[in-house]
């Protein structure tokens, strides 16, 4: 099973900041991940898929980076929206899909 | 537009069965997989079990293989998970989602539904 984990566990920024979030894997997943957000209350939101691609509807500011077993997901400038729970999420060798423990990313 | 809805969820005792449902709407049904995460209360995501958009492959994760199944059923655009010896661990919330790949099974999920509560207590 590929272990993702995510760091740091919690980011504390202002809006208009960059923020940068990392998630290492146990193995190489090639391209193969994904991020997603999750506000209080809410499902998961799809963010980017294969490392670097956004997926439908993501604003710009939303960039993804990385192959292997390193990848950064990028906020280019916060908005006030943006602060959320972050998780990246493998599917190179699944079954199991597996996700990242999260960042939060506070004001 | 795409819409998922779970239900079925509630308060069920330890070692007793529960199902919980996804009903589907706004997409070509058929053609996608359908995955169940989970999410303890303050906890992260936990992939649980995946049907197929045919229904002829099924995964499960470790931590309930054996003692949960999932099914399809096309007429209904729904999707099942049937839990049984459910244990206090089991307690969170359920999530289905679409899976992203069409007529194959990809493994991002990019619809999400709102979740069905299920809490394991005596």
């Known amino acids: 099973e590929v272990v993702l984990t995510q760091s740091p566990a919690t980011l504390s920024l202002s809006p208009g900041e960059r923020a940068t979030l990392s998630c290492r894997a146990s193995?190489?997943?090639?391209?193969?991940l994904a991020w997603y957000q999750q506000k209080p209350g809410q499902a998961p939101r799809l963010l980017i898929f294969d490392a670097s691609n956004r997926a439908t509807g993501i604003p710009a500011r939303f960039s993804g980076s990385g192959s292997g077993t390193d990848f950064t997901l990028t906020i280019s400038s916060l908005e006030p929206e943006d602060f959320a729970v972050y998780y990246c999420?493998?599917?190179?060798?699944?079954?199991?899909?597996?996700f990242g423990g999260g960042t939060k990313v506070e004001i | 537009q795409v819409q998922l809805v779970e239900s079925g969820g509630g308060v069920v005792q330890p070692g007793r069965s529960l199902r919980v449902s996804c009903a589907a709407s706004g997409f070509t049904f058929s053609s996608h997989g359908i995955h169940w995460v989970r999410q303890a209360p303050g906890k992260g995501l936990e992939w649980v079990a995946f049907i197929s958009y045919d229904g002829s492959l099924k995964y499960y994760a470790d931590s309930v293989k054996g003692r949960i199944t999932t099914s399809r059923d096309s007429a209904k655009n729904t999707v099942f998970l049937q839990m049984s010896s459910l244990r206090a661990e089991d307690s969170a919330l359920y999530y289905c989602?679409?899976?992203?790949?069409?007529?194959?099974?990809?493994?991002?999920?990019?619809?999400w539904g709102r979740g069905t509560l299920v809490s394991v207590s005596s």
């Open positions: 989602a679409k899976d992203d790949g069409f007529d194959w099974s990809r493994g991002y999920l990019d619809y």
């Open positions: 999420q493998q599917r190179s060798n699944w079954p199991p899909l597996t």
């Open positions: 193995q190489s997943v090639s391209s193969y």
